[in-house]
T-cell receptor, first 115, second 110 residues
């Protein structure tokens, strides 16, 4: 069964609004979660590492004030796209590390379309 | 130069064919290697890890050549259900981070 869930699965919003995406760990606690973005026909690009109880670590080129990450509990991380614009339209996927195998469980993703 | 490079394809093959995908990575310190499968508009799912000794899982065989920084995936007896994008993935040394290739698209036709 699913290990990581995401909500919503898709969202359409107007330019300038903020959108919150939730990522939940279903089977076990996750002190670390990752947020990725994937544009059409491109690879998944890591945006940030979400750390429970502390600040997220952002990858180079990702604006931390635009993509707000909150990891307040061991089972929930949220990504808020603030003042979304059409260029933010993308597939956003979260993941959590997979114990002992150096890889990750991925959520089902959230498709964002900003009009 | 991209950290993980793959031929984007598409590879169009008939059912039953054998198809091979290649991938190169730039960071010699990379420790772990994987092939993921991604269906259209879905999240990536782990297909198999890749080990230096080579490993096989049913119709799928993965190989790693650390000296050449080269990874391969061989699919034998292709099925229609194998149609997907295959992502070459490399871990970042001493972290939990993963670097993804852009993927190779496979289309198996009847």
């Amino acid at each position: 069964g699913a290990v990581v869930s995401q909500h919503p699965s898709w969202v359409i919003c107007k330019s300038g609004t903020s959108v919150k995406i939730e990522c939940r760990s279903l089977d076990f606690q996750a002190t670390t979660m990752f947020w990725y973005r994937q544009f059409p026909k491109q690879s998944l690009m890591l945006m940030a590492t979400s750390n429970e109880g502390s600040k997220a670590t952002y990858e180079q080129g990702v604006e931390k004030d635009k993509f707000l990450i909150n990891h307040a509990s061991l089972t929930l991380s949220t990504l808020t796209v603030t003042s979304a614009h059409p260029e933010d339209s993308s597939f956003y996927i979260c993941s959590q590390p997979r114990e002992g195998r150096e890889t990750q469980y991925f959520g089902p993703g959230t498709r964002l379309l900003v009009l | 130069r991209k950290e993980v490079e793959q031929d984007p394809g598409p590879f169009n093959v008939p059912e039953g064919a054998t198809v091979a995908f290649n991938c190169t990575y730039s960071n010699s310190a990379s420790q772990s290697f994987f092939w993921y499968r991604q269906d259209c508009r879905k999240e990536p799912k782990l297909l198999m890890s890749v080990y230096s000794s080579g490993n096989e899982d049913g119709r799928f065989t993965a190989q790693l050549n650390r000296a050449s920084q080269y990874i391969s995936l061989l699919i034998r007896d292709s099925k229609l259900s194998d149609s997907a994008t295959y992502l070459c993935v490399v871990s970042v040394y001493n972290t939990d981070k993963l670097i993804f290739g852009t993927g190779t698209r496979l289309q198996v036709f009847p």
